[in-house]
């Protein structure tokens, strides 16, 4: 057995793949999948006798969480990795801001709303599952994600507000809903790593939204 601790590409959840298989269930959503697919959270092997405790799964503590009648107003837990609760239907704006040990977040189906700067700063972000609930994502939501390597807009997003993904250096992979309209200023300002995208023909691209040398297919 080759054992490492990974992301469920599913729901985002922090498991342990044995690399050696070609595919396996997630222990948490149950939901099968190909081993190629996961994202691994570090290079070193776990001992064979290792085994994540029942609250690796768990919800995260309300205490970590400041929640105002529905709004995640701030997250103040110091966790790798979060699952939001389903009692939350939006995120405020900074509400991970700089959360620096932040590597994966599962958001609960039915929140509709991500706002502005909301995971600027965290650096060592590399997963999210959003569910496609989210119609509105506020400017600057995953500024500076330096870890973030690919994203999947949910198919309720319309338009990708300027300066979303200023500065995600890693960003290499971006896609888009079919329903998109827009994309605004400087939303992918610095992703250096972005070589080409895929947009939906009709979506309006302001003209500074990528940089120079992303090349633009419509689909």
């Given at each position: 057995m080759n054992l490492n601790h990974a992301f469920c590409p599913l729901c985002g959840a922090v498991i342990t793949v044995d690399r050696s298989q070609e595919a396996m269930i997630c222990p948490v959503c149950g939901r099968p999948f190909f081993n190629s697919k996961a994202i691994f959270a570090d290079s070193t092997p776990v001992p064979q006798t290792a085994s994540f405790s029942k609250k690796d799964f768990s919800t995260t503590p309300l205490s970590d969480l400041e929640i105002d009648r529905g709004v995640l107003v701030r997250y103040k837990g110091k966790n790798s990795y979060v699952i939001?609760?389903?009692?939350?239907?939006?995120?405020?704006?900074?509400?991970?801001?700089?959360?620096?040990?932040?590597?994966?977040?599962?958001?609960?189906?039915?929140?509709?709303?991500?706002?502005?700067q909301a995971f600027s700063e965290c650096r060592q972000l590399i997963k999210l599952r959003i569910p496609d609930t989210v119609t509105l994502i506020g400017r600057g939501a995953f500024s500076s994600c330096k870890s973030l390597t690919e994203f999947t807009i949910p198919n309720g997003v319309q338009t990708v507000a300027a300066d979303t993904f200023w500065g995600c250096t890693a960003l290499h992979t971006i896609r888009f809903p079919a329903a998109l309209r827009s994309i605004e200023s400087h939303a992918f300002h610095g992703c250096t790593a972005l070589m080409s995208a895929g947009v939906p023909a009709g979506a309006v691209i302001a003209e500074d939204a990528f940089p120079v040398h992303t090349r633009i297919v419509q689909i």
């Open positions: 939001l609760p389903d009692s939350i239907k939006e995120i405020g704006s900074n509400a991970f801001l700089s959360a620096r040990n932040l590597r994966s977040v599962v958001m609960p189906d039915g929140l509709t709303k991500i706002g502005a």
